[in-house]
């Protein structure tokens, strides 16, 4: 997956996870907004039609108000209205409480709802976190990888050409590589070695190292002690940089002592 597809899917996500959690919010607002004036309305149309009947009763006992002294019926019903104020207010107090209630319910549950939104936003940038992460890891370790895929690359392309090297060896020795042919075998070597840092090694002189060499005979002598060389080469090997393509195999012998040529000699 590229860098470009990850950063647009992870900025999808959290802008689907923002998006969401605002069209919650702004829907329990809105949900609460009618609950309220919806009860309000209802508590204002029922104050009204009491109030309405509390005037109807105030009028009528000041109608009472004007008959005669001797009318004591008029007085009595007038009396019973006046009573009947007080009711209708307990039933006010009621209904507002009812309404305080639950508009303090409905609070309640939109808190519920948001605390839920927070959460799934929660979660949703940690996905994006956990997606950033991934792919930081990911560029990482294909950085760290690059390079190793390149050398084992190239060293299988020398793998392949070794045959070829070793023709090309061969002819130099025996004076064979003359000629047009001769420039290009040296131009080949020249940019395996400048490009991939490729080279031949393994002379006859050389000190022998069991870490670059394959001995595949000792010569006589070579068990006496003294330091051992490279006496005979039977296939040069190939390193790419300091990695071992393939080891030289020699023949290892001893380094004779001026001493010992002397006598030799004498």
């Known amino acids: 997956m590229s860098e470009d597809k990850l950063s647009q899917e992870a900025r999808k996500a959290y802008a689907e996870a923002q998006k969401e959690f605002d ?11 009618a609950t309220q004036n919806s009860a309000e309305t209802e508590v204002k149309a029922k104050s009204g039609s009491k109030n309405g009947k509390n005037a109807d009763s105030a009028a009528e006992h000041s109608s009472h108000s004007h008959v005669s002294p001797g009318d ?12 009947g104020g007080q009711p209708a207010a307990d039933e006010a107090d009621e209904l507002t409480g009812e309404l305080a209630h639950a508009q303090e319910d ?7 709802d948001l605390d839920r939104a927070k959460d799934d936003l929660a979660r949703a940038r940690a996905d994006l976190y956990n997606l950033q992460q991934e792919y930081s890891n990911y560029a990482k370790r294909t950085k760290a990888e690059i390079p190793q895929q390149q050398e084992a ?13 070793d023709d090309i060896d061969l002819a130099r020795q025996h004076g064979d590589l003359e ?25 006859v002189g050389d000190t022998f190292d069991p870490n670059l060499h394959q001995a595949i005979q ?49």
């Open 106 to 112: 409905r609070i309640a549950t939109l808190n519920q």
């Open 153 to 165: 690359g190239v060293a299988s392309v020398v793998d392949a050409l070794m045959g070829v090297l």
């Open 72 to 83: 004591s019926a008029g007085h009595e019903n007038g009396g019973a209205a006046q009573a």
């Open 23 to 33: 069209e919650a919010a702004a829907h329990e607002a809105e949900k609460a907004s």
């Open 179 to 203: 000629g047009p042919f001769g420039a290009v075998a040296t131009k080949l070597e020249s940019t395996l070695q400048t490009r991939f840092k490729v080279k031949r090694y393994g002379k």
């Open 218 to 266: 000792m010569a006589p002598g070579a068990d006496d002690g003294g330091e051992h060389i490279i006496d005979a080469v039977a296939q040069p090997g190939y390193l790419m940089g300091e990695r071992v393509l393939r080891a030289a195999m020699v023949v290892v012998g001893v380094e004779k002592s001026p001493s010992a040529d002397q006598t030799s000699e004498a």
